[in-house]
């Protein structure tokens, strides 16, 4: 039997978080292992950056999001404030095998993709998706026949009788080599060219 086969199938231990004035789509890949959650929430871990590159941002202070003994992040806090910019957040794997005992999209096998057009569907005044890494991308991609953009660009697709733009942004992970301060240049021209700061 293949070895793939005696793995585990986890299953997405989130709902999908849909505001109904969103306006913005960010897709990750697949959370990781709930040992290194901090929080109830998309990007948990506390080694992941996405909550201090929208505090640089939004708030100038990578700890805006973070509790104050900055041991864990603050969902309340987070959860206002995607509501009330309208943004939404979810992930491209709805189901998957992780191949390592780790969070790298490298080791994570698809076994089912997001219905990413369902998403859609929930969201009528989205204008862009957002990828962070490459594996979202990938499957983003496959599902609305969109162009991949370069890291830190934009291409344009039609789903259904909409024309959506797609942002591939550099991943959050830490594992991903490039300091905080670039990447969160990189997500601010995104934030600027779709109207969110």
Aim: with cysteine.
């Amino acid at each position: 039997m293949p070895e793939h086969f005696l793995l585990e199938t986890e299953h997405h231990p989130l709902k999908p978080f849909l505001p109904e004035n969103a306006r913005l789509l960010m897709l990750g890949s697949f959370p990781p292992q709930r040992k290194r959650w901090s929080m109830d929430f998309f990007y948990p871990n506390l080694q992941n950056d996405m909550w201090r590159i929208f505090g640089l941002l939004f708030f100038s202070d990578k700890n805006h999001f973070l509790t104050p003994e900055k041991k864990a992040f603050d969902k309340e806090k987070i959860v206002c404030f995607l509501k009330e910019k309208g943004i939404a957040l979810y992930d491209t794997a709805s189901t998957v095998r992780r191949l390592r005992d780790n969070a790298s999209d490298k080791f994570l096998e698809v076994v089912k993709a997001t219905d990413i057009g369902l998403l859609l569907r929930q969201l009528p005044s989205c204008q862009a998706l957002v990828t962070t890494g490459q594996k979202a991308t990938d499957v983003l991609c496959q599902q609305m026949h969109a162009t991949e953009p370069p890291v830190g660009g934009r291409s344009m697709f039609t789903y259904t009788d909409r024309r959506l733009y797609f942002y591939r942004m550099p991943s959050s992970s830490r594992a991903y080599p490039l300091k905080l301060e670039k990447k969160a240049e990189i997500y601010r021209a995104m934030f600027e060219e779709s109207g969110f700061l």
